[in-house]
């Protein structure tokens, strides 16, 4: 079974400075993708990146870039330039590659980011 | 394009009832999925539709079942609520098996008394 753990449950950064927030997973599967998701307070999950497993090159978005280290199995996401509308829950996600398991997005526990002006 | 629509928003139920929720996905997307979300147990995955049949199914309860219509508009059900099934139910749309990115609805917040 696969799992994913956010070890960092609240975190908070300066507007206009950079944060990484951490995610660590445990598969067998040699093919899956990993994601970052946003909730705001009361508000609806976005998604803010993806990667695919197979590959190296690590994914950006604008101000968000992931660092995957496959070996380590280890996936964090850095924002920087931080904003106030970053103020948001952010869960880090897994999906295993294939026809028998897509749909199923496993979550981590989240990290509560506060920007603070 | 509209995004993924949910109804109700809100929802208070007494234990032992039953409940409906609806989702809408994004206009073309054909395969659903449904999540739990509560404080202690965080978000978990309830089951996965796509052409009107269930695909994947989460670790809940017979108590928990869902269906598609052939619109891709999906519901799930909850017959004889505990006070632990309050919770955010979240939906998410994609466009098929083979794309990996899930888009989500804004919830229906259940609440059990």
């Known amino acids: 079974a696969q799992t994913v753990t956010q070890s960092q449950p609240e975190m908070s950064v300066q507007e206009a400075e950079t944060v990484t927030l951490s995610c660590t997973y445990d598969?067998?599967?040699?093919?899956?993708?990993l994601f970052w998701y946003k909730q705001p307070p009361s508000r609806q999950m976005i998604l803010v990146i993806r990667q695919e497993a197979y590959k190296q090159q690590n994914a950006t978005e604008n101000r968000f870039s992931v660092n995957f280290q496959k070996a380590a199995k280890s996936f964090s996401l850095k924002i920087s330039d931080s904003q106030l509308g970053d103020t948001a829950m952010y869960f880090c996600?897994?999906?295993?590659?294939?026809?028998?398991?897509?749909?199923?997005?496993?979550f981590g526990q989240g990290t509560t980011l506060q920007v603070k002006p | 394009k509209a995004g993924v629509t949910q109804t109700p928003r809100y929802l208070i139920k007494t234990r032992g009832q039953q409940v409906t929720l609806s989702c809408s996905p994004i206009s073309g997307h054909r395969s659903v999925s449904w999540y739990q979300q509560t404080p202690g147990q965080g978000l978990q995955f309830l089951f996965e539709y796509f052409s009107e049949t269930q695909r994947n199914k989460g670790n809940f309860p017979g108590r928990f079942s869902g269906r598609q219509f052939s619109n891709s508009r999906s519901e799930m059900n909850v017959s004889t609520l505990e006070l632990g099934d309050s919770a955010l139910y979240l939906c998410?749309?994609?466009?098929?098996?083979?794309?990996?990115?899930?888009?989500f609805g804004p919830g229906t917040r259940l609440t059990v008394t």
């Open positions: 598969t067998s599967e040699s093919n899956y993708y």
């Open positions: 998410a749309s994609s466009l098929d098996r083979m794309t990996y990115e899930q888009y």
């Open positions: 996600a897994f999906m295993k590659h294939g026809s028998s398991n897509t749909g199923k997005l496993i």
